[in-house]
């Protein structure tokens, strides 16, 4: 990012002088669309959006590319400071939620607690800490449960199919393995980009790791971390929207989530800021953080044995254990991605009781499972055989 603000400092200097605010600049109009009124959906004809109220009473968006008619339902759920829009944020021949969409399926896509659409609460404001008190296990607890037991509701469907992008994965690991009856809802579980245990991880968000808890908060408070920002927006339809900065902010990009530059739609960059880090609380990541020192995958520590047992009936936080869930699950990884190590990948996948599906492939990065140009041919029209194959 610092070679980010170098560049728009050089730019802003010289732009003028040489007239390059102009020359080579093509800005795409969804970088300045916001997906909670779904712009960029409206135009296709897919208007509707929800409300979602958790037992925690905290409200969160629910997307919805509907039809009048029932058709077999497809719930998308986002990975990490990120939001529904990954969804949707490439070509529409290239974007899931469209391609299932475009085949007849009722597609809809959540938001994770906290991030840029999912800020509504009934008791608690955005500024009070209380509000970003929570981490995985409130999300997989009463926001997934809640979400999907709207949707099955609004549809009147028995199932749905779910597609999770890594910690859209891990909320579906904990949710489906500790929560029988909301397992029986899921046709198939199509996990991209796996993450329970994080022992291996490679992101440069693993420096948090050598941090302690005191010293996050004193550098990140303890509310809300990586929201998205006028500077975003400002990098995202000033800079990265130019020939001569792609490769800046295309590195940037491979640099959290590894590298396959060939893959990357380079002139989509402005998109792809405009729409990333869409936010989190803080606790989610010491609960990262906390993952990655422990190697396990296991519920958020508060810090004390007193917290522990008023949260969880014990002294010590209890470990998720996957191989309890009995939901069908196809399962893709990248060999480039540095987030979802391939180590951890292999040590997750003997523990999938059903594991209907596997496939690497090695030259994937973390974001290629929504970002690829090549994610039709790698991953999704194997997804849509599947569920034609299970309907």
Excluded at 1 to 30: D, F, I, R
Excluded at 269 to 279: H, K, M, R, T
Excluded at 311 to 330: G, I
């Amino acid at each position: 990012m610092w070679q980010l603000l170098a560049a728009t400092c050089w730019m802003l200097l010289l732009g003028p002088v040489y007239g390059c605010h102009k020359k080579g600049s093509t800005t795409n109009p969804e970088a300045n669309m916001n997906i909670e009124l779904l712009s960029y959906c409206h135009l296709r004809g897919f208007p509707e959006n929800f409300l979602v109220g958790t037992k925690e009473v905290q409200i969160k968006n629910s997307h919805c590319l509907c039809f009048a008619a029932p058709k077999p339902v497809v719930y998308l759920q986002h990975g990490l400071v990120a939001s529904a829009s990954n969804w949707i944020c490439n070509l529409p021949n290239n974007s899931l939620a469209f391609l299932l969409a475009d085949v007849g399926y009722d597609v809809w896509l959540g938001n994770s607690r906290g991030n840029t659409f999912s800020r509504k609460h009934l008791k608690f404001s955005p500024k009070s800490p209380e509000f970003w008190a929570f981490s995985l296990d409130e999300m997989a607890k009463y926001d997934l449960p809640a979400t999907i037991n709207f949707i099955i509701e609004k549809t009147r469907q028995e199932q749905l199919y779910y597609v999770g992008h890594s910690q859209g994965t891990t909320i579906g690991f904990i949710a489906f393995s500790t929560n029988p009856e909301l397992a029986k809802r899921i046709k198939i579980f199509f996990a991209l980009a796996p993450v329970t245990t994080v022992k291996y991880t490679q992101s440069p968000m693993k420096k948090l790791t050598n941090l302690s808890r005191k010293a996050v908060k004193v550098l990140f408070g303890d509310k809300m971390f990586s929201p998205h920002t006028f500077f975003d927006q400002f990098i995202a339809t000033k800079v990265c929207n130019r020939k001569i900065f792609r490769r800046i902010c295309s590195n940037f990009i491979f640099t959290l989530s590894g590298f396959d530059p060939k893959n990357l739609n380079m002139s989509r960059l402005d998109v792809y800021f405009a729409q990333s880090s869409a936010g989190t609380s803080v606790q989610t990541m010491l609960h990262w953080a906390q993952a990655v020192n422990s190697g396990q995958f296991q519920a958020f520590d508060w810090g004390n044995p007193d917290q522990n047992m008023k949260h969880f009936h014990q002294l010590t936080p209890p470990l998720y254990n996957v191989s309890n869930m009995e939901v069908p699950t196809a399962v893709w990884s990248g060999g480039q991605d540095c987030v979802a190590d391939l180590k951890d990948v292999e040590n997750l996948l003997p523990t999938i009781t059903r594991l209907i599906y596997y496939k690497l492939i090695p030259h994937y990065n973390h974001v290629d499972f929504y970002l690829g140009q090549d994610a039709p041919v790698e991953i999704y029209q194997d997804l849509i055989r599947m569920v034609e194959e299970w309907l």
